[in-house]
């Protein structure tokens, strides 16, 4: 499967080697990623017509919570994974609202790529399309 017809999932986190870890998670999954460092900068590539299937968004970001970059991508209907390492960032209602699926840092690597087919598969979002890189085990 190529990368142009892989799912693709935008990931926003302010910390370089978290958002890469993500991405590179993501990658092995199948699915095809792109990395913003801010709020901004995510809202400037959706906003430039970078097509997303979903969204991995820290709760904190510099400039603007992730909160409310959730908010604008909820309302492109765009599926949603929640993520933080402060666990008061959380807010229940938001996740209630946006129908987002939350993940706590730190998280092991399968959850993160779980969540985001959860997310995919909740808002009705296919994500069959992403074929993981290494295929494991026979299946029969």
Request: with cysteine; charged share 25%; proline share 5%.
């Amino acid at each position: 499967m190529t990368a142009e017809t892989a799912p693709h999932v935008l990931v926003v986190d302010d910390e370089p080697d978290i958002c890469e870890a993500i991405a590179e998670v993501l990658r092995a999954g199948g699915f095809q990623v792109s990395c913003a460092k801010s709020a901004s900068e995510a809202r400037q590539a959706i906003d430039q017509g970078d097509l997303i299937d979903a969204a991995v968004i820290d709760m904190v970001l510099p400039g603007e919570l992730g909160a409310s970059l959730a908010e604008h991508v909820h309302s492109l209907g765009v599926p949603i994974v929640l993520i933080s390492g402060n666990h008061d960032a959380m807010d229940q209602e938001v996740l209630e609202r946006l129908h987002c699926v939350r993940v706590a840092k730190p998280f092991k690597t399968e959850e993160i790529t779980r969540a985001v087919r959860d997310a995919m598969a909740s808002a009705g979002v296919p994500s069959d399309r992403a074929e993981p890189a290494h295929m494991t085990g026979d299946a029969s």
